[in-house]
């Protein structure tokens, strides 16, 4: 079983639907991180959190360190939301351990 | 402030060749990770450096090496070429030495052995 699991593997929705991305891990962390990640190959970070819900602009992110989960919300979602959303955790030895992503297409 | 460069964005090399990728993070960032990222693999954690000393190492051969610059600057080389080698190589910077600050990717060097 990965350390990262993230659900699900791909997504497909229509212009305007609200979007959720999952991720669950098995390890201790101090920090998750969400990134986003376009075709061109370009990876941008959306957000690091180690508690409660942070927002920034159409995007919400939540983690739950009891349940060891966390959730990426798109709300209002736009067909220049598609790419590949990455879900990473902080493990031992300050590595970052990765999800295999979340391919996410939304249709105008 | 200017982001994360990487050079070169494509590079094509045949079997048995080396290659130097280079990053050059954000103005006052001292750390800076390499991963590779293959459509089978995902990311894949190479090594971080910080400060000119390498802190981690993923679980690459040791045709993977790398080196970081007074001035924070990176490389990393791949020495003997397979065509396995083929990926996107992507280097990120952040302001402390873990990857548990947030990190700024650069685009990425598009490798193609053949």
């Known amino acids: 079983k990965n350390e990262v699991e993230q659900s699900p593997q791909n997504l497909t929705a229509q212009e305007g639907e609200f979007i959720t991305i999952n991720c669950s891990y098995s390890v201790g962390i101090s920090a998750l991180h969400w990134l986003q990640q376009h075709p061109g190959g370009g990876i941008v970070s959306l957000f690091m959190l180690s508690s409660g819900k942070k927002k920034h602009g159409r995007l919400i992110a939540t983690i739950n360190i009891q349940e060891k989960h966390s959730s990426l919300h798109i709300t209002a979602s736009h067909p220049r939301d598609s790419a590949v959303y990455i879900c990473a955790v902080k493990g031992g030895n300050y590595q970052l351990i990765w999800g295999a992503g979340t391919k996410l297409i939304i249709k105008p | 402030k200017a982001g994360v460069t990487q050079t070169p964005r494509y590079l094509i090399k045949t079997r048995g060749q080396q290659v130097t990728l280079s990053c050059s993070p954000i103005s006052g960032h001292r750390s800076v990770s390499w991963y590779q990222q293959t459509p089978g693999q995902g990311l894949q954690f190479l090594f971080e450096y910080f400060s000119e000393t390498q802190r981690n190492k993923g679980n690459f051969p040791g045709r993977f090496s790398g080196r970081q610059f007074s001035n924070s600057r990176s490389e990393m080389n791949v020495s003997t070429l397979e065509l396995g080698d083929s990926a996107l190589y992507l280097c990120?910077?952040?302001?402390?030495?873990?990857?548990?600050?947030?990190?700024?990717f650069g685009p990425g060097t598009r490798l193609t052995v053949t």
């Open positions: 990120a910077s952040s302001t402390a030495g873990t990857s548990a600050y947030e990190q700024y």
